[in-house]
């Protein structure tokens, strides 16, 4: 539930830019969807602009927050991926608009700067889970973190890209587990079975 005006503005706003894309959403679309005056809007954003980028950044700051606190738990390396998998699948169920935004309007050249920002962050927060995993020995020396990471990365993504948008309906406690299976013991059957 949003706190404030301007958290209203942008639940709403990340609602429809979600369901209608940035271009097509209006100002007074927002206006309306929020229940507030136009102008309200002008008070608390400049731009459209301003306002996508402010609910990108906060969507995405709760998440990386959550993230953080996970990646300097005391946990070992194989419970704290797992907790790192989780949250992302949480995230990904929990703020569905966001993630259908960032899905469709992410790549866009006019993000690119941001979007890139944000990924940075996540990439060395899940770079340092998986360094830990090196320095426990959980981790053969040779697996480049960055590989491993932009390969978690994108498998929740697709994940989320088939529940969210291709409607696939994939479980996400299933996910999950199966998920971490095969990042932590990988596909290859244990010999002599």
Request: charged share 25%.
């Amino acid at each position: 539930m949003a706190d404030t005006t301007k958290d209203s503005i942008a639940q709403a706003a990340v609602t429809l830019f979600a369901q209608q894309g940035y271009e097509r959403t209006s100002i007074d679309d927002i206006a309306l969807k929020a229940g507030i005056a136009k102008g309200t809007i002008f008070y608390h954003f400049n731009s459209k602009r301003e306002l996508f980028i402010y609910t990108v950044n906060t969507g995405m700051k709760k998440w990386l927050l959550s993230l953080a606190r996970i990646a300097e738990s005391p946990l070992a390396f194989p419970q704290k991926l797992g907790a790192a998998i989780d949250e992302h699948l949480r995230f990904v169920q929990e703020e569905q608009d966001l993630v259908r935004l960032l899905l469709s309007e992410g790549p866009e050249q006019r993000w690119r700067q941001e979007v890139k920002m944000l990924h940075l962050e996540y990439t060395q927060l899940m770079t340092s889970i998986i360094d830990q995993g090196k320095a426990e020995g959980s981790i053969t020396d040779d697996l480049q973190p960055e590989v491993a990471v932009h390969t978690l990365f994108g498998a929740i993504m697709v994940l989320a890209l088939d529940s969210l948008i291709l409607d696939e309906g994939i479980d996400p406690s299933t996910a999950s587990e199966q998920l971490k299976r095969l990042l932590l013991a990988g596909i290859t059957a244990p010999r002599g079975r």
